[in-house]
């Protein structure tokens, strides 16, 4: 019989279906989630669907999987990601068969994505020098494998991104009879670009320190100025690649850039606040709230909306940083839910490359209270949340038009009007935000009213 296991880290929205395409495989008794403290609701949705859920002893998905291997109560184990969603039909039985029918002691995974950045990159020039033979497996960092517990319970599972060639390593020096199946197309999210790095780092160590510890006589590492000298090429060589790549940082305006809404400034201004909280607290349907809450601006002239928005305060230093992330290759633009006529006035304050917005509808310089939603916030069939209105839209709509993945994206708001966008992003960041569940889905949190921190996460 076999055992599926599943290392977690917040992963509530694709772990019921992993589970259940694990239990409903022939052959499969047991399955289990480790989970890696998640902070969302990963560990009840599992046992729901009749996972046997642990806790890591440590945080690391290699700590994960020899927990999960200690606990298994089969021979044979699956590992499987738990943020695929779906697995191709015959994945399990594909790793499997070949140990079932005892020809292999271990098996790896390819499937239907050109191999990552990293490995051709990193892992397989490296892999070229130390461990030639192990050039006959495609994709080398496939986190997709079975294997004898007897096996798993002898390596020393890595904690970082070097995990899973340093499984693969251990059962080469193991002298395991291994075999690479092709289990079909997946989707899986792409790494973000900034963990390339620290992924390239980790894996080259990984290959580097597996090669030094196996006592091969044609390996010299006597000088360990030529390991550092190969390690440094590869990274160099990822980190030109990075380079070339289009990248995009996207900002909310109204309490982002700007210290304040620009709605209730203009409402403390003009003194209609009242009616600005009647209407927010009568109205749920997000476009008859744009559009009530745009009567209120009928009658102000265009000077006299840019003054107030002249009148509000800029995060300090915002200017001097969206000049250096342009210096460095990134688009920068403002995705916001408030006025076009403002969200340009900002962008150009601030030099950035665009700014998607509703249009507040001006005739002779004095708005009509009339407002037009643009299509790009409205649901599509690409759309990649179920509301009617979103930014992420927008942020879709203008990755398409600069050729960028999501993957490649920074995202940087703080209501829940921004939570999209910040799940959905390579990189999430909730700024100076009181909203809990935004800063918990965040990638990071910001908390102090500057932008220098995005200095130290891009490149």
């Known amino acids: 019989m076999i055992t599926v296991i599943i290392p977690t880290l917040n992963e509530e929205e694709n772990i019921a279906s992993v589970v259940c395409f694990a239990k409903a495989q022939p052959h499969v008794s047991e399955v289990i989630v480790v989970d890696d403290k998640s902070l969302d609701n990963t560990v009840s949705i599992a046992k729901h669907h009749g996972a046997r859920v642990i806790t890591s002893t440590k945080l690391g998905k290699g700590a994960s999987m020899k927990d999960g291997v200690f606990c298994a109560n089969n021979d044979i184990i699956v590992f499987l990601d738990g943020d695929i969603d779906p697995y191709p039909h015959y994945t399990i039985k594909l790793l499997t068969d070949p140990i079932l029918q005892e020809d292999i002691d271990f098996v790896k ?49 890595r904690d970082d991104y070097g995990v899973d060639i340093g499984i693969l390593i ?23 670009w900034q963990a390339l790095g620290r992924m390239s780092k980790e894996v080259a160590q990984t290959i580097i320190l597996k090669a030094a510890s196996s006592n091969n006589p044609h390996y010299n590492f006597e000088e360990l100025g030529v390991l550092n000298e190969i390690r440094s090429q590869m990274e160099f060589a ?6 070339t790549l289009e990248k995009l940082v996207v900002f909310d305006m109204d309490n982002t850039l700007l210290k304040g809404r620009f709605i209730d400034t203009c409402a403390d201004h003009f003194g209609f606040k009242k009616e600005l909280m009647n209407i927010r607290s009568s109205e749920s349907d997000a476009i008859i709230l744009t559009k009530r809450i745009a009567t209120l601006l009928k009658g102000k002239t265009i000077h006299e909306l ?6 509000m305060e800029i995060i300090q230093g915002t200017k001097e ?52 939603i643009p299509s790009f916030l409205f649901s599509h069939a690409k759309s990649i949340c179920k509301h009617s209105l979103c930014k992420t839209n927008a942020l879709l709509s203008i990755l398409e038009k600069y050729n960028i993945s999501k993957e490649n994206c920074i995202t940087i708001g703080d209501s829940m009007n921004d939570l999209c966008m910040i799940k959905e992003a390579g990189l999430g960041i909730a700024f100076c935000s009181r909203d809990e569940l935004v800063n918990h889905h965040a990638d990071i949190v910001i908390q102090v009213p500057s932008f220098s921190e995005l200095l130290n996460l891009t490149k």
């Not at 075999?179 to 792409?190: A, D, F, L, M, P």
């Not at 990822?238 to 380079?243: A, I, K, P, R």
């Not at 840019?306 to 009148?311: F, M, R, S």
């Not at 969200?343 to 150009?348: E, L, R, Y």
């Open 109 to 157: 995974s390819s499937f239907n994505r050109n191999a990552g950045r990293v490995t051709e990159l990193v892992a397989k020039p490296l892999l070229s020098i130390f461990f030639p033979d192990l050039l006959r497996f495609i994709q080398p960092l496939s986190g997709m494998i079975a294997g004898k517990k007897t096996l798993f319970q002898q390596l020393d599972f």
């Open 238 to 243: 990822l980190e030109n690649q990075l380079n």
């Open 170 to 192: 251990d059962m080469y020096l193991m002298n395991a009879r291994m075999r690479e199946v092709e289990i079909g197309y997946i989707e899986n999210k792409s790494k973000p």
């Open 321 to 372: 940083i969206i000049e250096e992330l342009k210096r460095r290759g990134y688009i920068v633009g403002i995705i916001s839910d408030s006025y076009d006529s403002i969200t340009n006035h900002i962008k150009i304050k601030l030099g950035m490359d665009f700014s998607l917005s509703n249009e507040l509808e001006f005739s002779k310089s004095i708005c009509t209270g009339e407002v037009k």
């Open 306 to 311: 840019i003054q107030i928005a002249d009148q």
